[in-house]
């Protein structure tokens, strides 16, 4: 049995790896996959594959490319989740802020510097033609510490998945103020280069079970009602969730991997760009 260290957030996107797990799908094929959610997200994940803590993570696509060309030594396998993350714009329920074109030059609460929504705040900025260079940042390392953070006004919005953070809104915590979906493929599996090289044909049958479940995700009986009692979402939210997200079975693309890495230089989040060879290798 080998053991397979794998990190991902504790998100509904991710529920197929839990299904696979709970099935022993992996230990089938002699795979011992130990499963750590990370609730701080991208930037944590990116850390944990740095100092060799996990061997896979599955990961926001915009940072996991941000850290490997800043030198992670890890690489992208496979996209996970094709459609986009919309992530929602968050201001506290009470807050004198009622718009999004109000919230320019005010402080933006994100999980950590690195992380989707530290990344997103910029791309969402240049969407709304603000000057990207005068965003301010409170480093609220998750969820929790949002709410924190808007509640006592120590920061002032909050970019989050949207569906995810509906349940604040119900409860009169959060106010959403609008959505900005990324630009590209949300979730991708990246994997330790020294991992990767001594055990390809483990990565390779890992991708295998994953994608097979993916594949038959939606036809899962009663997956709405699953997905809507374990992570306490609404029926019909998670309904529309379902409606509007696409599993991926394919490597990342070469024209997709430019698009991301042009707007993260633009946006002047990388100082470099890294090739196509160098940052996604092929299963």
Known sequence: MRTVRIAGVPEHFNLPWHLCIENGEFEEVGIDLQWTDVPEGTGKMCQLLRDNE???AVILTEGIVKDIVGG???SIV??????????GIHVAAKSQYQTLADLENTKVAISRY???SHLMAYVNAQNQQWHTEALQFEVVNTIDGAVTALTNGTADYFMWERFMTQP???KGVFRRVADCPTPWPCFVIAVRNAFLASHPQTVALLLEIINHTTI?????????RTLASKYHQKLEDIQTWLSLTKWSQKPLEEKVLNKIQNQLFDLKIIDKKGTFAEMVKAI
């Open 54 to 56: 996990t061997d896979i």
């Open 78 to 87: 496979q996209v996970y989740v094709e459609s986009p993350l919309i992530w």
């Open 114 to 116: 690195g992380s989707g």
């Open 72 to 74: 992670n030594p890890s």
């Open 216 to 224: 038959e995700f939606k036809d899962i009986p009663s997956i709405d």
């Open 168 to 170: 604040l809104v119900d």
